[in-house]
């Protein structure tokens, strides 16, 4: 059984307006992602993070930032959403993969995600 | 680079019908394969993973083999329950220093009572 919340699971918010939605995990897991998932349910990457104090942006261009200054924490922020920003968000960990010549488990953990609508 | 291509959906079928999901990978050495579950309002859950050649994930009733001469993965259940109706992700996973796994699009899966 994973360990990784999200909230708030549902937000409806006008435009211009900051959010922050939230991810902990505590499994300890040192990487974590983030996803924007679009009706047609295809997942894309916006921001992962190897560890603390370590953020990447991901394979689709976003306007949201995130930070990880706590092992179990990956907030994701909207510094003024618009409509455009309407969409599933998914949060997940995973352990930091062994060396090479062991065994490849990346296993990706997900939260429940949270469904964003922007006004 | 890595990528994954699988079936296009929506699939619909009767109840107690066989399964195929197909599921094709492009990558360099031998990366890990997995197919991932999301049930309707939730986030997505591992279903099964394959992490060699010829190696068989299993669970639920489902099953894939990691076929490296056809690069393929492909997801099969030989009767599906209308609980199965979900929305399923191949993926696989290279060892690298970017380390990221990589999706396939999703395949909608509907079952008939």
């Known amino acids: 059984e994973a360990d990784i919340y999200q909230t708030p699971r549902y937000l409806v918010i006008g435009t211009g307006k900051k959010i922050t939605l939230e991810c902990s995990q505590t499994?300890?897991?040192?990487?974590m992602y983030w996803y924007q998932q679009d009706p047609g349910m295809e997942l894309h990457l916006i921001h992962y993070?190897?560890?603390?104090?370590?953020?990447e942006k991901g394979d689709l261009s976003s306007e949201s930032t995130v930070s990880r200054i706590r092992t179990e924490h990956f907030p994701l922020t909207l510094e003024s959403a618009r409509p455009s920003h309407t969409s599933q968000y998914l949060c997940?960990?995973?352990?930091?993969?062994?060396?090479?010549?062991?065994?490849?488990?990346?296993?990706?953990?997900f939260g429940a995600g949270t469904r964003l609508s922007v006004l | 680079g890595d990528s994954v291509t699988q079936m296009e959906g929506p699939v619909t079928l009767s109840e107690e019908a066989f399964l195929t999901i197909n599921c094709t990978y492009t990558?360099?050495?031998?990366?890990?394969l997995f197919w991932y579950v999301q049930y309707p309002g939730e986030g997505l859950q591992l279903l099964l993973k394959?992490?060699?050649?010829?190696d068989k994930g299993s669970n639920k009733g489902f099953e894939a083999t990691y076929r490296k001469e056809t690069t393929s993965f492909h997801l099969e259940k030989g009767s599906v329950q209308v609980s199965d109706s979900a929305v399923y992700f191949c993926?696989?996973?290279?060892?690298?220093?970017?380390?990221?796994?990589?999706f396939g699009s999703g395949t909608r899966l509907s079952i008939r009572p």
């Open positions: 997940a960990s995973t352990r930091r993969p062994p060396p090479v010549g062991g065994l490849a488990k990346n296993i990706q953990y």
């Open positions: 499994m300890g897991h040192d990487k």
């Open positions: 993070s190897y560890g603390v104090n370590s953020t």
């Open positions: 990558a360099t050495g031998y990366p890990s």
């Open positions: 394959a992490t060699k050649a010829d």
């Open positions: 993926a696989l996973w290279r060892y690298s220093s970017a380390s990221k796994i990589i």
